[in-house]
């Protein structure tokens, strides 16, 4: 995290010195980054407090016989279905993931998590279907839910 913050540090100050130069604009930039930023904290904010809800309320019992790498196929075929049903935003999203990972998922289940709401998210249908119609949208179920597995 460290790693990252620092490089998007850099990356921001050698984005505003270039600005600063060239179209002047600059603290535009950082007026339109700052009231995106005040949008999206309310969501971060609560779906860190859902992630932790969701990591203190499943019981640990269930995540071990269902969702850990003992739980084999059955727990990568729950979180694919987790991850399809799971109809919110990356905001709330990996949150979320990283809770039910902390609590002892295995990996096998956090990426089929992963993969099923990427490929199988039921929040996008009403999109898929309006833009390129019915038929895509269950081809496209179809052929991914053997990725998400």
């Known amino acids: 995290m460290a790693q990252t913050t620092l490089?998007?540090?850099?990356v921001a100050i050698v984005l505003f010195v270039i600005n600063s130069k060239k179209t002047k604009k600059q603290f535009e930039g950082l007026k339109s980054g700052?009231?995106?930023f005040l949008k999206t904290s309310m969501v971060i904010v609560g779906?860190?407090?859902l992630a932790g809800f969701i990591e203190v309320l499943i019981p640990s019992g269930f995540v071990q016989g269902w969702l850990s790498k003992e739980a084999g196929l059955v727990g990568v075929v729950l979180g694919t279905i987790g991850g399809m049903l799971l109809a919110v935003g990356p905001y709330a999203f990996f949150?979320?993931?990283?809770?039910?990972?902390?609590?002892?998922?295995?990996?096998?289940?956090?990426?089929?998590m992963i993969t099923?709401?990427?490929?199988?998210?039921?929040?996008?249908?009403?999109?898929?279907?309006?833009?390129v119609g019915v038929g895509f949208f269950y081809k496209k179920l179809l052929y991914s839910i053997p990725f998400s597995i």
Not at 7 to 10: D, G, K, P, T
Not at 95 to 112: C, E, F, H, K, R
């Open 47 to 49: 779906a860190f407090i």
């Open 116 to 131: 099923g709401w990427t490929l199988l998210g039921l929040g996008k249908m009403p999109y898929e279907t309006a833009f």
């Open 7 to 10: 490089v998007l540090s850099i």
């Open 95 to 112: 949150p979320i993931v990283a809770s039910i990972a902390a609590s002892g998922a295995g990996l096998g289940t956090v990426i089929a």
């Open 34 to 36: 700052l009231t995106q």
